[in-house]
């Protein structure tokens, strides 16, 4: 990293490493850090304290400041920060850096190292930072000497936010924060060995054209990549343009209007039965900004036996990976898109006519898969909630989730008609990452309705987070699912194992109304069907205070349709 | 089926464990690797040999060309391409007559002897990794106590270089 492309406005005084960090978060404008302090990072927080253009919000453990940097940037697009020290910060820190690296999240983490001259020697509060988490990383660097951290932190920013996002980690050694140099911040990132594909071949597009135009059972196949790449409104273009049912992935919804006809619901393994009969029967497929994961396609050599695909994706590693493209268009979703359409409304092209094949989606659309039924003297059904939840807020609020049933009952029953307002763990399926996101999404917004829909399980395992709520006035709505089990383990026992229990039942639960409570929180438990409309609205409307409500859900619901795994799309369980 | 990659990478500290991790992380076994830096010093390359069918190639190229310090992939299997492996072969012969069969195979093989000791004989042999199969074959029937090979490094014939802007 000698080749240093110094900016215009050069600088005579020096200024210490730690001050250069805080002028380069400044310079990339991210001026939200989520972190936690200790022995590495010390001359960073002194720093931090001195200025005021940087926020630093203090996390209650390294995995929460992670994924609250996950929210904030799954929420707006932006590039997240984490600060945290070496050693146990580090490693407390590799769930949420995976989490990102799984699902696309642009981050950059920062984390503290021991003095360069004591690397290698097991000093205290080392670990090997970047060998720990190179292989869930987009890139790490361990920065040697003050002169190369700005270039490190401008490389950051660019690789993190760039192509397709994901998490770059950043080891900066003590010595290094207190080493001196005369500051410039690089304006070019100057990477010869990274220049990610953006246009789509034309030529590609073109085939692609021809594809669709002669399709017969067509579906649009859509997901986390349309809403990184903030391709949501092409998306919808192109869709309505075709009039081509679409379906999304559990990260893509949100993408194009939950509420359209057009959209046939979430595919895969909890997925409509329409979408996967649809996905199943089809003869065109056009995936973008999906990867054909195997929560996606069940069975690999029974997914979409008739089906030319069409793929369009930023990262050529994701295409012809799991599933074979016969059209392979890399691009950035947005760009790919726009030209896609614009080379169906060329006039070379009319549009099939596929009235039959909506005809046999409507068929399959009947069934009617994500159905529930509420007995209002029975007991509380989750989906009930969830129903309520979306009425109430009109599909217009932020939410989080956990990983479970609940996770699955928020994707198929809140339509979300926006981008960025799905905020989960879809990848990775990190239990605790709810609470925290919703702090980075609030944040990042405000004003707005921030709900984080959890489980009694999940919500353990970052609840400490709840006093950093409380630090920073967040008023979020924590919906909690409470089943009293770890309910999508103990649906598979019911489906795999002859109902054995095993280790599934959360006993000793806490009284979550105290708990929240004790953080200087409000609480609200809700046991009666008839008590969750009402309760939800008083939730809804306490705009300046979290509120835990804890609702004592039915503790044998399970989640379908299913397809288990190692099945095809058309041999869903349905109830 | 037999795959070998160049690959032109980052002259950095991590770059050669990043490649190395990849393919273990995504299962596949590297035969062998061989890097060293190029004239240019701010680049490596490497030589990678590994086994896989079309559609794991396809794959670990990709996976390859997506690591940030990587330059250049290039799969060189289907081109015609020049392709040595150097080896260390240390032998005990049968007996002080053999010495002439040592030469004999040498000869063939383009072998020579780098290194002699009362009990042992060492050759070093340049070739492709088959001429040194062979090698090792033809002296099956003499003791050979250690072997240390290279892995084969490669490079295309005629004109076309493997430079920073040639990628497939
Ligand atoms: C960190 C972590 N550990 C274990 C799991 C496996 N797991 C997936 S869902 C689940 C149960 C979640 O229970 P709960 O939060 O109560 O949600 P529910 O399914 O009951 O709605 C478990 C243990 C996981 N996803 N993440
Ligand atoms: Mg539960």
């Given at each position: 990293m000698d080749n240093l492309k110094q900016?215009?406005?050069?600088?005579t005084q020096e200024l210490t490493g730690a001050e250069i960090f805080t002028r380069c978060l400044v310079e990339e404008g991210a001026t939200t850090v989520f972190g936690y302090p200790g022995g590495a990072v010390l001359h960073i927080y002194d720093e931090l304290h001195k200025q005021e253009e940087v926020d630093h919000i203090l996390v209650r453990h390294e995995q929460g400041a992670a994924h609250a940097a996950e929210g904030f940037a799954k929420s707006t697009g932006k590039v997240g920060v984490v600060l945290v020290t070496s050693g146990p910060g580090a490693t407390n820190a590799v769930t949420g850096i995976a989490d990102a690296y799984m699902d696309s999240v642009p981050l950059v983490v920062f984390t503290g190292q021991v003095r360069t001259a004591l690397?290698?020697?097991?000093?205290?509060?080392?670990?090997d930072t970047v060998g720990i988490t190179r292989p869930c990383v987009k890139h790490n660097i361990l920065v040697k000497k003050v002169e190369d951290l700005p270039l490190a932190i401008k490389r950051a920013f660019h690789i993190a936010g760039t192509g397709r996002p994901g998490p770059v980690v950043v080891d900066i050694p003590k010595d290094v924060t207190e080493q001196s140099m005369v500051f410039s911040y690089p304006?070019?990132?100057?990477?010869?060995s990274y220049q990610p594909t953006i246009e789509g071949h034309a030529g590609q597009i073109k085939r692609a054209a021809r594809l669709i135009a002669k399709a017969e059972r067509p579906i649009i196949y859509s997901g986390g990549g349309v809403i990184s790449s903030n391709a949501h409104e092409e998306l919808t273009e192109f869709t309505r343009l075709t009039g081509f049912p679409i379906t999304n992935t559990l990260m893509g919804l949100g993408a194009y209007p939950g509420?359209?006809?057009?959209f046939i619901q979430m595919l895969g393994m909890h997925g409509s039965y329409e979408a996967n009969m649809a996905m199943h029967h089809s003869d065109v497929l056009i995936a973008v900004?999906?990867?054909?994961d195997d929560r996606i396609t069940g069975r690999l050599d029974g997914f979409c036996p008739y089906a030319k695909v069409i793929h369009i994706d930023?990262?050529?590693?994701?295409?012809?990976?799991?599933f074979r493209a016969h059209v392979p268009v890399v691009g950035d979703a947005r760009k790919v898109l726009r030209a896609l359409t614009d080379e169906l409304r060329d006039g070379k092209y009319t549009m099939p006519d596929i009235s039959a094949w909506w005809g046999q989606i409507g068929e399959w659309a009947?069934?009617?898969?994500f159905a529930y039924e509420q007995d209002m003297d029975g007991e509380i059904k989750p989906q009930y909630v969830l129903d309520q939840l979306y009425k109430q807020t009109g599909g217009d609020a932020f939410v989080t989730s956990d990983v479970g049933q609940h996770q699955m009952w928020v994707a198929q029953?809140?339509?979300?008609?926006?981008?960025?307002r799905w905020i989960n763990s879809g990848?990775?399926?990190?239990?605790?990452?709810?609470l925290p996101a919703a702090m980075g999404v609030q944040l990042a917004h405000p004003d707005a309705q921030v709900c984080c829909v959890t489980g009694e399980a999940s919500i353990?395992?970052?609840?400490?987070?709840l006093s950093t709520c409380r630090q920073y006035g967040l008023p979020i709505k924590i919906i909690n699912l409470n089943n009293r089990y770890m309910g999508m383990v103990r649906q598979w026992q019911d489906f795999f194992?002859?109902?054995?229990?095993?280790?599934s039942y959360m006993d000793a639960l806490p009284d979550f109304v105290k708990l929240a409570e004790s953080y200087g929180h409000a609480g609200m438990k809700i046991e009666k069907p008839k008590d969750v409309e009402p309760a939800l609205r008083e939730i809804l409307s306490l705009k300046d205070r979290l509120v835990f409500a804890d609702f004592v859900t039915d503790p044998r619901e399970n989640v379908f349709p299913m397809i288990a795994p190692g099945a095809a799309h058309n041999e869903m369980i349905l109830s | 089926m037999r795959r070998i990659l160049a690959v032109l990478l980052e002259?950095?500290?991590g770059s050669l464990s990043r490649v190395a991790n990849l393919f273990s992380a995504r299962g596949i076994n590297i035969e062998s690797l061989a890097v060293t830096p190029t004239p240019d010093e701010t680049l490596s390359r490497m030589t990678i040999v590994t086994f896989g069918d079309d559609r794991i190639l396809e794959q670990i190229t990709k996976q390859l060309h997506k690591l940030?310090?990587?330059v250049t992939v290039v799969d060189?299997?289907?081109?015609n391409h020049v392709e040595r492996e150097m080896a260390l072969i240390k032998l005990r012969l049968?007996?002080?007559?053999s010495v002439d069969d040592l030469q004999r195979v040498n000869k063939v093989y383009r072998g020579r002897i780098a290194d002699v000791s009362a009990l042992c004989y060492t050759s070093e042999v340049v070739g492709t990794s088959e001429e040194i199969d062979a090698y090792l074959a033809a002296m099956?029937?003499?003791?050979?106590v250690e072997v240390v090979r290279s892995g084969p490094l490669g490079i295309a014939r005629g004109e076309q270089v493997l430079s920073i802007r040639q990628n497939q």
């Open positions: 900016s215009s406005n050069p600088e690397i290698g020697n097991d000093a205290f509060q080392e670990v304006q070019d990132p100057d990477m010869r509420t359209d006809p057009q900004g999906a990867r054909f930023v990262d050529p590693s994701s295409i012809s990976k799991n009947k069934k009617d898969s029953l809140y339509k979300f008609t926006q981008p960025r990848g990775l399926g990190t239990m605790g990452f709810g353990q395992m970052c609840i400490q987070e194992y002859d109902s054995r229990y095993a280790m | 002259n950095e500290a940030v310090d990587v060189m299997t289907g081109q049968r007996d002080e007559g099956a029937e003499h003791e050979v």
